[in-house]
Nanobody, 120 residues
Framework: QVQLVESGGGLVQPGGSLRLSCATS????????MSWYRQAPGKERELVAT????????????NYADSVKGRFTISRDNRKNMVYLQMNSLKPEDTAVYYC?????????WGQGTQVTVSS
């Protein structure tokens, strides 16, 4: 059974940083491109960042939404089946519940997510 457990969220002031973690199990993590998504209140879930797997692309290549490019960094540890999101220079508009999931061919069932609130 696939499990996705996000952690590391919290309340942070604008300009601050957070590091999100996602523990995964139940699937072949090293073969899976992984992504972080977020959903703000009243909005649809959006793709934030993707890191490729070791099979289909150059290992660890990344892509970001324009809104977070240069501020967020996605990474993975294939030994621990973990994916991370380092978030710097946070803005109030980054406030959302953040989720990790497989990118292709489609996401698994969603975990509970982790709340990130950026406010002074």
């Amino acid at each position: 059974q696939v499990q996705l457990v996000e952690s590391g969220g919290g309340l942070v002031q604008p300009g601050g940083s957070l590091r999100l973690s996602c523990a995964t199990s139940g699937f072949t993590f090293s073969n899976s491109a992984m992504s972080w998504y977020r959903q703000a209140p009243g909005k649809e879930r959006e793709l934030v960042a993707t890191i490729t797997n070791i099979v289909t692309n150059i290992a660890g290549s990344t892509n970001y939404a324009d809104s977070v490019k240069g501020r967020f960094t996605i990474s993975r540890d294939n030994r621990k089946n973990m994916v991370y999101l380092q978030m710097n220079s946070l803005k109030p508009e980054d406030t959302a519940v953040y989720y990790c999931n497989r990118r292709w061919p489609q996401p698994y069932s969603w975990g509970q997510g982790t709340q990130v609130t950026v406010s002074s």
